[in-house]
């Protein structure tokens, strides 16, 4: 059996595995691929393989380009004739003994053993193959009677190559050695014959013997070619990552394919009705579309038909038709020069596109270095002459050095900075020094720009440099000062006259000094002229110091000191005041500066956030007073003032309870609180009028006081006191519906043993709980609706089966109850809309006659300028549909 | 056709803005962008309605109202009807007539919502029934017992009568449908339209509300405030108006008990009062020589005229007509600032005590109920120029007119929607402070509160302490302490409506009898 095997690996290893599947197939452990492999082999007509290497030497490229399997079956195929099918295995007959029966009995490692091999055959291509072959000799090697297999072998290979024998001999003797291995061969573990070399059969070898034989030189190119060509292949990426890469491309591919439906999925969203088969098609209806399509058939049709269509009929037809088309001609000339237009505009158009593109791809760093620096320079070409563009660049600057403020970005920060500053500057070349050295000029300059400009705009110092744009206003009036000076100068000036020299003479003096009392004149109206300019300019200058923002306010502190000159002015110290209440990023310091000027010139401003503090915590105090007193203790001295006041309230006070006295009362105290405060100023009292206000608006009642006579005789009038009682009745009706809390009793015999207890009084908690029941009534009472109307109850009563017709909550896509209220504020009936109207008010969103198909949604192309239309256009688009269908119903109902 | 009222505006801007009812939602801050989107298609279509609305009104509405103008040192109140009748055609004067009826005493009238049909009711018992158009006398009646007021239900083919026991319904063949005994003695009648409720208020100071339709009682109350024979129905929210002897006039509706609005408005007692169509103003006039003014939407007085009114009636356009004695005065206010000024007067014969004026709708024509008969002036720029067939067609036929009563008793409208504001239907409730649990969810929640003590499960216990007998004990415990909070706040509410009765004798009685009030221990 042994020997039959050999036999068969003999014929070679590549050769060998059709009838090895065969084996395997019956053996314990076959491999997938095996199976799948026979599959193949199965597939398809099975040509004479004869014609089928045939087809190969012609097209290698299908070989090639096939499967793995078929592969090996060419190569199969090439020995077909050659191979012996024992007859054991060829299951002809019964006559030899089941022999495939002792292959059961091999050990397990064996086959185990033969598994990769193979499975490496599968995937390998021929040159794997025949390393394959040998290496499975080594393991048979093994064997006692090899020698004569071998020769076989070799007479084969002999046959088959047409070479001598030694080019197989000496490898074979040396392979004789037979080295067992401990573990299973692999790509990890390669076979001997693999480390050492040196057995393969190059192409060269197999093409030498057929040299000179037809179609060989054709073979040999197309080998040299796939030699040029071959590159090594790279190993395939593990599965997990290829299914990845593969699903990202999937995903790529359908999101573009989706998002195409995108537009119509949006507007069908947007749509506030959806129709369904608005437009079925009918086809023609119209009288001349039928007839239209009529044809002759009858010979006598034919002959109307004939004469209908007679040439001189259709002529002068069309002679008509040509007048009518003459007014629409376009002269050749007017169209070729359109087109010439269009042509050149295209053309241009092109040109210009190309050439952003070309600069688009530049890469040259000096290239963008000189562009940058040419837009520097338009930039700031432009500011110059542009105020708008120069408040741009200013925010931008002030963006930038916010951000660098933010991110320190320049402050070698950095890891790369770091690391530098880490090994020491001296370490490092003058390059890297003179980068680090950039970079923090860079910060310096970055972080410095805007105290520059505010130095510039908000000091009025003639050493500034005044190269700010917005200060154009403040330069003026530097200017003026400027002038004003020298003019006063020369005011001043007048005392010296020259002593001696030709000037010293008395004609000469006096005309000097006529020159120059003409001088001071005109000084004088000068000095007038520039005072009269100040004036406007600094009012002016106020407003464009409001409106220049950020970059003019926040002045440093130390600029106080410089604003002591006394050459400033009044006005200019406002100013600076006005900058500090309006800052925002140095607010303390600028509340600071007012604190520090007020204290150095009250003469000049008002401190006026403190000094309004002072006031209003006063107000308060006085009102925690009012509160004080308003307790039930000091009841009884106030009422004799109600009495006086009006006789009708009489029994209210003794009640004890009522609002309104209490609230007389608080007013006149405040009264006499103003009169003891010392500074009554009007500030304070209009803010107490503020802070009273319901109390107050009680006050006016006080004219009561005076009964006119058509008083007195409506009092008389109304026998019975109908206002007391009416009073009396609201009082009942609030109490009712905001009941009073009970007075805080104690159980009796409670709290009354001792003096001390008695005189202690109601336990704390109890009188709080009892004030603060109290408080919450008068606020409930302050909330009604009627509080304010001495003369109007009005119920407060929840209508239980009024509930019903108001939501309890908001409906759902609404958030605020305004929106929801003024959505629901127009009827939508007929009763309080047009006809024309209620239609469109009362459509449905789905709108579908009955029977209708609803189709699938189609794609439909949108253009580029449709796309950034909104749900209005669509909108629209809906509602002409619907005014078309809405006028068509019409002209049914009318007919 | 949508509803059309109310004068020509001079721009159609203002039209327009007319029929949007409001400001449009601002859509600006919202997030929901389908909401917003939704929104802002409903605002689109609300105005293209609004202006066809609008153009509609131009084009179909052209009548305007006319008034009297005067030239020079005219004063339009000096113009007498005689010298009106001088200057108009035919048919209007035909609307200038007295009916001397002296036999049958004062006379009360009412017109239908129409103003086609006229009733009238002589104190003495005579029912005459007019067709105003024709002056016809459809049907005369004598039902030999006091009547004091007469009333038409939805349309002119039934009205309701305060006779001397009971109101009664009939028909326009003067049948009686229908003896209304649950009311008692009525004084004065009123029907609301649109909710289909016939008020009425007897000599008890009882307010009524009956359902025409079904003859179920809606509501009955008591108003305490004595017998009045003031009411009036507020057009635009259904609110019932009586005026007090104590000078105050209370607001009902029928699913109340006590009054909407309570408001002193004279010092003596109200002798009539009427409400502007528009439903903003109501003009009041006491006993005490005053006619007042007031706004209902702050509860205030506009105006304070001087005189007297036994009866008074706003017009369709808002003249106010105030009837005294013999003498009728017409207040209006052209300029629109609410400030009524005297436009005209008529003074009847001598002797003659008016008794009722009523504004015949559609039309420039005052009705006068009075002692001697009925009577009818023209009162120009009174009348609603255009009417609106849907809401009331003067031209009705009687197809028509069942029609209409189909589709109005489709619409009618339950009576829980009569409220003091109206527009707030159909909008969110604000939230209210918690309500007092009713009875039977005390018991509920105590209830539950027992279920969930007896459902407890107990802590398997040593040996000893395991006995069932502990265990049911224990139980019982639980329920009790279960049950406590709710038993002692019912003490408490007992407690509470105790004390409040035993303080009201007290404060109730005068003074001067308080003595009497037996003393308790205290």
């Given at each position: 059996m042994a020997v039959k095997k050999r036999k068969e690996r003999a014929f070679g290893g590549e050769s060998g595995n059709s009838k090895k599947f065969k084996k395997y197939s019956n053996s314990k452990g076959p491999m997938k691929k095996n199976k799948n492999d026979t599959r193949k082999k199965g597939k398809g007509p099975r040509l004479p393989s004869a014609l089928r290497t045939e087809l190969d030497r012609l097209d290698p490229k299908i070989a090639s380009d096939s499967d793995d399997g078929i592969d090996l079956d060419v190569g199969n195929d090439v020995y077909e004739y050659e191979e012996e099918v024992p007859q054991e295995e060829s299951r002809k007959n019964r006559r030899f003994d089941p022999v495939e029966n002792y292959d059961y009995e091999l050990p397990e490692d064996f086959e185990d053993e033969n598994v990769p091999s193979d499975d490496e055959d599968d995937d390998g291509d021929f040159g794997v193959g025949g390393n394959k072959g040998s290496r499975n000799d080594d393991v048979d090697a093994s064997d006692g009677d090899e020698e004569e297999d071998d020769e076989r072998h070799l007479r084969m290979l002999q046959g088959v190559t047409g070479m001598s024998t030694d080019a197989f001999g000496g490898k074979k003797k040396r392979n004789s050695v037979v080295i067992s291995e401990a573990h299973p061969e692999s790509e990890y573990n390669p076979t001997r014959d693999v480390l050492e070399g040196d057995s393969h059969i190059t192409l060269q070898d197999l093409l030498d013997p057929i040299q000179g034989k037809a179609g060989y030189s054709k073979l040999r190119k197309r080998v040299q070619h796939m030699d040029r060509k071959s590159t090594s292949v790279q190993a395939p990426l593990p599965k997990v990552d290829r299914e990845k890469l593969e699903r990202m491309a999937v995903y790529e591919h359908s999101k573009k394919d989706i998002t195409k439906w995108e537009h119509l999925v949006k507007r069908n969203r947007e749509a506030p009705t959806v129709f369904f088969g608005g437009d079925v098609d009918l086809g023609f209806s119209t009288v001349g579309a039928i007839a239209s399509e009529f044809e002759p058939r009858t010979e006598f049709e034919k002959k109307i038909a004939s004469l209908v269509y007679d040439d001189k009929v259709m002529e002068a037809h069309k002679a008509d038709g040509s007048k009518l088309l003459e007014l629409n001609k376009i002269s050749e000339e007017d169209y070729m020069k359109h087109r010439d237009h269009v042509a050149k505009m295209r053309s241009l158009l092109f040109r210009h596109e190309m050439k952003q593109k070309r600069i688009k791809k530049i890469k040259s760093k000096t290239y963008h270095r000189l562009k940058n620096k040419d837009k520097l320079k338009v930039e700031s070409a432009e500011m110059l002459m542009d105020p708008e563009a120069a408040k741009e660049q200013a925010r931008k600057q002030e963006f930038k050095r916010a951000e660098e403020r933010l991110t320190l970005k320049h402050k070698n920060k950095s890891k790369w900075a770091r690391r530098i500053l880490e090994r020491g500057l001296n370490a490092q070349d003058e390059g890297t020094r003179a980068a680090l050295a950039e970079q923090l000029h860079q910060h310096a300059l970055l972080t410095r720009k805007i105290n520059t400009v505010k130095d510039s705009s908000s000091s009025s110092d003639s050493s500034s440099d005044d190269d700010d744009e917005g200060s154009n206003e403040d330069r003026a009036s530097e200017l003026l000062e400027k002038a004003k000076e020298k003019t006063l100068k020369v005011l001043e000036d007048d005392e010296e006259l020259p002593n001696s020299g030709v000037l010293s003479l008395p004609f000469m003096v006096r005309g000097l000094k006529k020159r120059r009392e003409e001088a001071i004149e005109e000084a004088k109206l000068a000095l007038q002229e520039y005072e009269q300019l100040e004036g406007t300019n600094d009012a002016e200058n106020s407003k464009p110091a409001t409106a220049s923002g950020r970059r003019v306010f926040g002045r440093a502190n130390n600029e106080v000191p410089d604003s002591n000159k006394k050459t400033k002015t009044d006005n200019k110290m406002k100013m600076d005041n006005y900058y500090g209440n309006s800052d925002s990023e140095d607010d303390l310091e600028a509340k600071a500066n007012v604190n520090i000027e007020g204290c150095k010139r009250n003469d000049v401003e008002k401190d006026v956030g403190p000094n309004y503090d002072r006031k209003e915590a006063a107000d308060v105090s006085i009102f925690k007073n009012f509160d004080d007193n308003g307790d039930p203790g000091s009841k009884t001295t106030y009422e004799v003032a109600i009495f006086a006041s009006d006789s009708w309230r009489k029994m209210k006070s003794e009640n004890g309870v009522d609002k309104n006295a209490k609230k007389l009362q608080q007013v006149k105290e405040a009264i006499v609180h103003n009169k003891d405060m010392e500074e009554g100023e009007e500030d304070s009292d209009s803010e107490r009028e503020q802070m009273v206000d319901g109390i107050l608006s009680s006050a006016p009642k006080e004219s009561y006081e005076l009964p006119s006579q058509s008083e007195l005789i409506r009092h008389a009038f109304a026998g019975d006191d109908v206002e007391e009682e009416f009073e009396k009745d609201k009082q009942e009706i609030l109490n009712e519906e905001n009941p009073e809390p009970d007075k805080p009793v104690l159980l009796p015999g409670w709290g009354q043993w001792t003096h001390v207890q008695q005189k202690k009084g109601l336990p704390w908690w109890m009188l709080k709980e009892h004030e603060d029941a109290k408080r919450k009534r008068e606020e409930s009472l302050k909330k009604r609706k009627d509080a304010q109307l001495k003369h109007v109850i009005i119920s407060e009563k929840v209508d239980k089966k009024a509930e019903k017709l108001q939501t309890k909550s908001l409906p759902y896509p609404f958030t605020s109850k305004e929106l929801f209220e003024q959505s629901m504020r127009m009827p939508i009936g007929s009763e309080s809309n047009p006809e024309t109207a209620i239609r469109s008010l009362n459509r449905p969103e789905v709108v579908k006659k009955p029977g209708v198909i609803i189709k699938p949604i189609k794609f439909v192309e949108m253009h580029h300028h449709e796309k950034s239309e909104d749900y209005k256009r669509s909108g629209q688009k809906q509602k002409k549909n619907k005014s078309k269908g809405a006028s068509g119903k019409n002209k049914k109902q009318s007919n | 056709m949508g509803a059309k009222k109310e004068n020509n505006g001079d721009d159609m801007d203002e039209k327009v803005k007319k029929y949007l009812r409001g400001e449009a939602a601002n859509l600006e801050g919202l997030k929901d962008k389908k909401l917003k989107g939704q929104l802002a298609v409903r605002e689109d279509l609300y105005g293209k309605s609004a202006k066809t609305a609008a153009k509609i009104e131009k084009w179909l509405l052209p009548s305007e109202g006319g008034y009297l103008e005067a030239e020079g040192i005219e004063k339009t109140w000096r113009i007498k009807q005689e010298s009106i009748a001088r200057e108009i055609d035919i048919s209007s004067s035909k609307n200038q007539y007295d009916i001397v009826l002296p036999e049958l005493g004062p006379y009360t009238l009412d017109f239908t919502s129409n103003g086609r049909y006229m009733a009238a009711a002589g104190r003495k018992g005579h029912l005459a029934i007019v067709d105003m158009k024709t002056l016809n006398l459809?049907?005369?009646?004598?039902?030999?017992?006091?009547?004091?007021?007469?009333?038409?239900?939805?349309?002119?083919?039934?009205?309701?009568?305060?006779?001397?026991?009971?109101?009664?319904?009939?028909?326009?063949?003067?049948?009686?449908?229908?003896?209304?005994?649950?009311?008692?003695?009525?004084?004065?009648?009123?029907?609301?339209?649109?909710?289909?409720?016939?008020?009425?208020?007897?000599?008890?100071?009882?307010?009524?509300?009956?359902?025409?339709?079904?003859?179920?009682?809606?509501?009955?109350?008591?108003?305490?405030?004595?017998?009045?024979?003031?009411?009036?129905?507020?057009?635009?929210?259904?609110?019932?108006?009586?005026?007090?002897?104590?000078?105050?006039?209370?607001?009902?509706?029928?699913?109340?008990?006590?009054?909407?609005?309570?408001?002193?408005?004279?010092?003596?007692?109200?002798?009539?009062?009427?409400?502007?169509?528009?439903?903003?103003?109501?003009?009041?006039?006491?006993?005490?020589?005053?006619?007042?003014?007031?706004?209902?939407?702050?509860?205030?007085?506009?105006?304070?005229?001087?005189?007297?009114?036994?009866?008074?009636?706003?017009?369709?356009?808002?003249?106010?007509?105030?009837?005294?004695?013999?003498?009728?005065?017409?207040?209006?206010?052209?300029?629109?600032?609410?400030?009524?000024?005297?436009?005209?007067?008529?003074?009847?014969?001598?002797?003659?005590?008016?008794?009722?004026?009523?504004?015949?709708?559609?039309?420039?024509?005052?009705?006068?109920?009075?002692?001697?008969?009925?009577?009818?002036?023209?009162?120009?720029?009174?009348?609603?120029?255009?009417?609106?067939?849907?809401?009331?067609?003067?031209?009705?036929?009687?197809?028509?007119?069942?029609?209409?009563?189909?589709?109005?008793?489709?619409?009618?409208?339950?009576?829980?929607?009569?409220?003091?504001?109206?527009?707030?239907?159909?909008?969110?409730?604000?939230?209210?402070?918690?309500?007092?649990?009713?009875?039977?969810?005390?018991?509920?929640?105590?209830?539950?509160?027992?279920?969930?003590?007896?459902?407890?499960?107990?802590?398997?216990?040593?040996?000893?302490?395991?006995?069932?007998?502990?265990?049911?004990?224990k139980r019982q415990e639980m329920i009790e302490r279960a049950k406590k909070p709710f038993l002692e706040q019912q003490i408490q509410e007992h407690e509470r409506s105790r004390k409040k009765q035993k303080t009201n004798p007290e404060t109730e009685m005068p003074k001067s009898l308080q003595r009497f009030v037996r003393q308790k221990a205290a």
């Open positions: - | 459809i049907k005369e009646i004598q039902v030999k017992e006091t009547v004091r007021d007469v009333v038409y239900l939805h349309n002119e083919l039934f009205f309701a009568v305060a006779q001397k026991k009971y109101p009664y319904i009939y028909n326009r063949g003067g049948t009686e449908l229908h003896c209304l005994k649950e009311h008692g003695a009525v004084l004065r009648l009123q029907f609301l339209k649109n909710h289909f409720l016939l008020a009425s208020i007897n000599k008890f100071g009882q307010l009524h509300y009956q359902d025409v339709t079904m003859g179920e009682m809606v509501g009955n109350f008591r108003t305490g405030l004595g017998r009045t024979d003031v009411m009036q129905v507020n057009p635009f929210n259904g609110v019932v108006a009586l005026g007090h002897s104590s000078g105050t006039v209370t607001m009902w509706k029928p699913t109340s008990s006590v009054p909407l609005v309570k408001m002193l408005c004279h010092p003596g007692p109200v002798s009539s009062l009427a409400f502007h169509p528009n439903g903003h103003l109501m003009a009041t006039s006491g006993k005490e020589n005053k006619i007042k003014i007031w706004d209902l939407r702050k509860f205030e007085v506009i105006q304070t005229m001087p005189g007297h009114a036994k009866t008074l009636n706003f017009s369709q356009k808002g003249l106010l007509a105030a009837g005294t004695g013999s003498f009728i005065k017409i207040l209006a206010d052209f300029s629109g600032s609410q400030n009524y000024n005297s436009y005209m007067t008529h003074s009847m014969a001598k002797g003659y005590q008016v008794g009722k004026v009523l504004f015949r709708p559609y039309e420039d024509v005052l009705g006068i109920g009075h002692s001697m008969g009925w009577s009818s002036i023209l009162i120009p720029g009174s009348g609603e120029p255009n009417f609106d067939s849907w809401v009331a067609n003067p031209f009705e036929t009687s197809k028509q007119r069942r029609e209409k009563e189909v589709h109005s008793l489709l619409d009618k409208l339950p009576p829980e929607t009569i409220m003091l504001d109206p527009t707030k239907v159909g909008t969110v409730r604000a939230p209210q402070k918690k309500e007092k649990p009713t009875k039977k969810e005390i018991e509920a929640e105590m209830e539950a509160a027992i279920e969930t003590a007896k459902d407890t499960d107990f802590k398997k216990k040593t040996k000893g302490r395991n006995k069932p007998s502990k265990r049911a004990k």
